[in-house]
């Protein structure tokens, strides 16, 4: 079954030549030139990614995603944002807000197509997704897709969990963000180091018992970060 899309943008013209050609490439698309069309659709049908405009007639894609994220049924919503203001601070706050990617405009349809499809390969189960990654109060489960702690499962996107994965799987050791990013291949991050801390930070404030004073993801100064081997009880040992 071909993925279904939500174009959010009041550039028709866009909407319709990209989605003619992400159509040309197997996707199902949709599209709505206003928030209140895209509240609607959403309302109405079920769609694998939505591809957000930042500014839109009726509002703006930060305050849509924000929302996105504050709403149970569309809390764990593939979000990939656009905006003509390409700036590196408007590209971390649409990561702080929850979106798992981020695209500048003017953009090559191939380039979306290729953002796209890394972030659907990620919703993707794992053939070898069985095994459950545990740690004190903490467990990540590979084949769900889920991190749970003290039994409840933790708000992550879907990129922060593969961040937190990459992490958990090498316990213990520092890893510095181009290695991070590198252990992330085929996904869409931005090549600069802010976005990695940005994700950290909003990973820690769900996993740790205070995000000020961290016990599981550890920063190891001018060196990147380490998930400790040992937490809760024994959280003074990394």
């Not at 309302?43 to 591809?51: Q, S």
């Not at 992550?156 to 992330?184: E, K």
């Not at 976005?195 to 060196?223: M, Q, Y």
Request: net charge negative.
């Amino acid at each position: 079954m071909s993925a279904r899309l939500l174009l959010i943008d009041d550039d028709a013209r866009l909407t319709g030549m990209v989605g003619d050609y992400l159509r040309s490439a197997g996707f199902e698309v949709s599209a709505a030139g206003s928030l209140a069309q895209a509240r609607d659709a959403l309302a109405h049908g079920r769609f694998e990614l939505l591809v957000l405009d930042l500014m839109l007639p009726d509002g703006d894609g930060l305050d849509f995603c924000r929302w996105l994220r504050g709403d149970a049924r569309w809390r764990h919503q593939p979000v990939l944002m656009l905006s003509a203001r390409g700036e590196p601070m408007d590209r971390i706050l649409g990561l702080e807000l929850g979106a798992d990617d981020y695209l500048a405009k003017p953009f090559e349809p191939r380039e979306l197509q290729a953002r796209i499809k890394a972030l659907l390969r990620r919703l993707e189960p794992k053939l070898d997704g069985d095994e459950v990654l545990r740690f004190g109060r903490l467990e990540i489960d590979l084949a769900a897709r889920v991190a749970r702690l003290d039994g409840k499962i933790c708000d992550l996107t879907s990129h922060q969990f593969d961040l937190l994965v990459v992490l958990a799987q090498s316990p213990g050791r520092v890893l510095s963000r181009d290695q991070i990013m590198d252990a992330l291949k085929g996904h869409p991050l931005e090549a600069f180091d802010r976005s990695i801390d940005v994700h950290i930070s909003r990973i820690r404030a769900v996993i740790e018992d205070d995000p000020k004073n961290p016990r599981r993801v550890l920063t190891v100064r001018g060196a990147g970060y380490v998930f400790a081997r040992k937490q809760d009880a024994d959280a003074d040992a990394a």
